[in-house]
Structure formats: C-alpha cells, structure tokens
C-alpha cells in the first residue's frame, strides 16, 4: 500500500533532508521532474529518484543540519501544494550553476539559514513525479551575506574565485551528486543489493 498525498509529500523533503535511498525509490516516480534543477549539479536533472538522491547530497553538502518543517499542505489526486521553510547552517560551499557550469560560489560563513518556500508537486500512481518551487532565495541570500553583499562575504567569494577554489567547489559538488544519484536503487534492486 502506498502511502498517501501528505506521505509523499514528508517523504519527498525526507529524502532532501537524509539522502535516503530506500525512501526515494517508494516515494519518487521513475519519470520524475524537477524544474529547479536549472542551478543546480547536472545530475540533479536525472529522471526520478536518481535525480532527488543528486540534489540532496547538493543541498546536504552546503547546509549541516538541513531540515524542511512543513507549515502547511493542500492538494488532490494530482497535485500537492507544500508551504515549508528551509532551515540549517552554512557550513560547507553553495555552489550554484547556470546552464551546467559554475555560476556562483559562496564560501562556507557558518549562518544559519531559515527562510519560507512553497513547492508544487505533481503526483500519479502514488508517487511525486514532478516539482516545481517558489523560494524567497534573497531572504536565504542576505541571510548569508550576499544580498546585499556584505563585504567580507564579497571579498571571500572573489578569493575563492581567483584562487581556483570555486571551480574546485564546483568540481567537488558535481562529483558528490552524480555519485548520489548512482547510488538510487532501481526497481527490482534487493535492499542489500548495493
């Protein structure tokens, strides 16, 4: 028995929050879509749970302690509507890209981060196979100093620039998601298979 719209919706920002594998393969469809995996590593686009396992190692590798406490729910069938916030600490690189390179690094500044957001997710045969976002990403963005930017943010993301170490930043995340979304178990996959 599958689990119901609200299941599926906890499960899904389960999955962001621990990267597990068992809950993606029952709570995310083999055709999954997310349309906010423009910023993120190229492997946060793979298809079903591959590509949620690829996105959360993203979010985990910059935000310790990340966690999504749902504000409210609503939805049918087809379709739920998640209000959460997105809370942790910045502690490792938020590397953000465009078209599939590095746009945007920002060194790790140890803040907290904890800011609203509203998720759109479609469902079909009792599992999340779409979803789509609504962030205040200038809320998160001030929260750590980049919006506007606070001169020592500034200063270090321009060193990390010129030192090389965004592209590494890049280079490293890139690396961390793709081997996340290897790791999605395919249907038929025992649960000590891999």
Known sequence: ???????LAHGLFRILETGDAALAAEVVGE????????????????PGPAGVLASSAWMRSAFSD????VL?????DEQVWVRLRMQGRHTG?????????????IPP??????FEQIHVLDLRDGKVVGHE????DIT????????PPAPPTALRMVGWKVTGRAARAAADITARAAEAAAGARRPGDRAGSR
Do not use: K, W, Y
């Not at 028995?1 to 299941?7: E, K, L, P, R």
């Not at 055709?31 to 793979?46: G, K, L, Q, Y």
């Not at 500044?109 to 904890?114: C, H, L, Q």
């Open 133 to 136: 976002a609504v962030r205040d």
């Open 140 to 147: 998160m963005l001030g929260q750590l100093g980049v919006f």
């Open 66 to 69: 990340l966690r999504f406490p």
């Open 109 to 114: 500044t140890g803040r907290e981060i904890d």
């Open 1 to 7: 028995m599958g689990m119901d719209t609200t299941g």
């Open 93 to 105: 690189p938020f590397v953000r890209f465009r078209d599939g390179a590095l746009d945007q690094a």
């Open 72 to 76: 409210g729910i609503a939805g049918n």
């Open 31 to 46: 055709d999954f879509h997310n349309r906010e995996a423009a910023v993120a590593p190229a492997a946060c686009s793979i």
